[in-house]
């Protein structure tokens, strides 16, 4: 679930595989591993962010679908009700998701989709625990500002 919400910009690569070249790489990679079973969801979550930063990379240099040409205007209300999107939808949801920076939005996904915990999502993601927990802090604080300007 938690790679079906990352963007990874080529339509030919689908989070299942994505997940599946994760598993392949932890199971020839896992002698390398070095923690308690705490600490395995983190390094996992952490081959599979890789593994999407490289499809990224991939897309990006043989980018074969246009760039989107607009951007959404968050000083307009109607976005939400062109999507057919009320408050609280998956595509309203989604669309405040968008919103946030990447980072922010890899950490939201793992704290509050995926449901690590801070030293897990500091694995996973590269980052201090410290950094998970202020991107965290600036990820809801944005995300109740856009939703306060939406709704």
């Known amino acids: 679930m938690w790679l079906r919400s990352l963007?990874?910009?080529d339509a030919g690569v689908s989070a299942e595989d994505l997940a599946a070249e994760a598993w392949l790489t932890a199971a020839s990679r896992i002698a390398d591993f070095r923690g308690t079973s705490e600490d395995f969801a983190g390094w996992?979550?952490?081959?599979?962010r890789l593994q999407r930063r490289n499809v990224v990379r991939r897309s990006a240099r043989r980018r074969t679908t246009p760039a989107p040409a607009a951007i959404l205007d968050l000083s307009s209300h109607e976005h939400a009700r062109d999507a057919g999107a009320e408050p609280e939808s998956d595509g309203w949801i989604a669309?405040?998701?968008s919103q946030?920076?990447?980072r922010e939005r890899q950490v939201v996904a793992c704290i509050d989709v995926v449901g690590l915990d801070t030293a897990a999502t500091a694995v996973a993601l590269r980052m201090s625990p410290g950094a998970v927990r202020v991107a965290?802090?600036?990820?809801?604080t944005r995300l109740r500002t856009l939703g306060a300007q939406v709704s």
């Open 95 to 97: 669309w405040l998701l």
């Open 100 to 102: 946030l920076p990447e």
């Open 136 to 140: 965290h802090h600036r990820a809801l």
């Open 44 to 48: 996992l979550f952490g081959i599979a």
């Open 7 to 9: 963007p990874h910009g």
